[in-house]
């Protein structure tokens, strides 16, 4: 296969964690690391699966109300350090930096938020997700050495790719991702816009 890489360290921070399992279980069994934040965390822990809390990472809380955890640059230089680049593999080990092979995030469910008509304004506001979406676009552009699966409508691809390759992926199945990722980018924000619109 061309330009294999292989999945040794995933990190995982989803809103929705149905369907979850069977990922966790074939990645576990091929010897992948998870971290996570919060109520993941502690999700895949009850599977009995180990897993590094991001805050052992960066040496921060999640802070602000939950409005920052993952914004750091020991998750986001393990994303986005470009594993052929010899300045890039310097620069990690000097700060630290460990690759992250794998996201698997999802958004907050604004569209979902703006369409309950007990949602007060604020409520809305706070469906604006930061972080995964910056996870997102992030591993997306790192496409050649991260695998980027945006929301679950993706599990499926991933699993088959597990099943039938072990923690191991393609170039070409590391962009077809990473186009997927773009799209849910796209999605998101576009609702974004369009509520902002109806309240101008």
């Keep these: 296969m061309t330009n294999t890489k292989k999945i040794k360290t995933a990190l995982v921070s989803v809103f929705h964690k149905d369907g979850l399992d069977e990922i966790l279980a074939k990645l576990h069994a091929e010897g992948v690391e998870f971290v996570s934040t919060g109520g993941t965390q502690s999700f895949i822990e009850s599977l009995g699966y180990p897993c590094k809390a991001v805050e052992s990472i960066t040496s921060y809380p999640s802070i602000l109300g939950g409005r920052v955890k ?105 962009q077809q991702f990473a186009t997927k990722a773009f799209g849910v980018s796209s999605s998101y924000d576009t609702a974004i816009a369009r509520w902002f619109a109806s309240k101008a």
């Excluded at 986001?76 to 680049?85: A, D, Q, S, T, V």
């Excluded at 409520?123 to 930061?130: A, C, F, L, T």
């Excluded at 050495?145 to 191991?168: C, F, R, T, W």
């Design 70 to 174: 993952t914004l750091h640059p020991k998750i986001f230089g393990g994303i986005l350090g470009r594993r052929e680049l010899e300045s890039d593999r310097e620069e990690m080990a000097k700060y630290d930096i460990s690759n992250i092979d794998l996201v698997i995030v999802d958004l907050y469910p604004f569209e979902q938020t703006v369409a309950d008509p007990n949602a007060t304004r604020e409520d809305i506001i706070e469906k604006i997700d930061i972080g995964g979406i910056s996870l997102i676009r992030g591993a997306a552009k790192n496409f050649n050495d991260v695998v980027i699966v945006p929301s679950k409508a993706e599990y499926g691809m991933l699993l088959d790719i597990l099943n039938q390759n072990g923690a191991a992926t393609t170039l070409e199945q590391r």
